[in-house]
């Protein structure tokens, strides 16, 4: 699958700048809203940035890190490859607007409901330094600057790819976000 650099940069961009946006509201809830869950086994819209957190530490350095030691070259189209969109694709929601269940790695699941408001302000810093990585990745080959994953380091993506999967991962978990936002906001005070 070939995508135009700059339209897919500037879409990850935009669905960045969405996420930032709703998040931002989730600052208006309280702790109790924040950390609210349907049922046991479900997490809060807190855990779900949490999650997204764990998923930032490894990725953001790992893309900054392979953007900042690739050649400086512009080229126009990226070529996914066969895993990474595979990758990038799982995360998207199937046409009916559903989305294939998986199980998170143990080292990737939050592990408290009782977070804070610093958990929104980690995901928004993160969110901030991705979109200075997709301004930085215009200058560099998406097809042919590789990053690790982060359940395989032998496992290399394309970094277009890479980008994809990160950002259709994050917009995965803020809708279970908002759908826990929709079950709960009967909450009041």
Known sequence: MKFATEELIQDLILRTERV???VHRYRELDPIQLNHKTHSASWSK?????????????????MERNILSSPRK????????????????????????????MKSPVDKQPT????????IDRFLKQQEQLLRL?????Q?????????IS??????????????????????????????????SYIVD
Do not use: W
């Not at 560099?140 to 690790?148: C, E, I, P, Q, Y």
């Open 20 to 22: 930032i946006k709703q």
């Open 46 to 62: 807190l855990e779900c940035l949490e999650h997204l957190n764990l998923y930032g530490d490894f990725y953001l350095p790992e």
């Open 74 to 101: 512009k080229v126009d189209v990226f070529k996914s490859g066969i895993i990474g969109n595979y990758f990038a694709k799982l995360m998207l929601p199937k046409p009916n607007g559903e989305l294939k269940k």
């Open 112 to 119: 408290s409901s009782q977070l804070s408001i610093t958990t």
């Open 134 to 138: 997709l301004e930085l990745a215009k």
């Open 140 to 148: 560099v080959d998406l097809t042919k600057t590789k990053t690790a």
């Open 151 to 184: 359940i395989s380091k032998m496992i290399r993506l394309r970094l277009g790819d890479t980008f994809r999967f990160y950002v259709y991962h994050i917009e995965r978990h803020i809708a279970q976000a908002e759908r826990v936002k929709q079950l709960n």
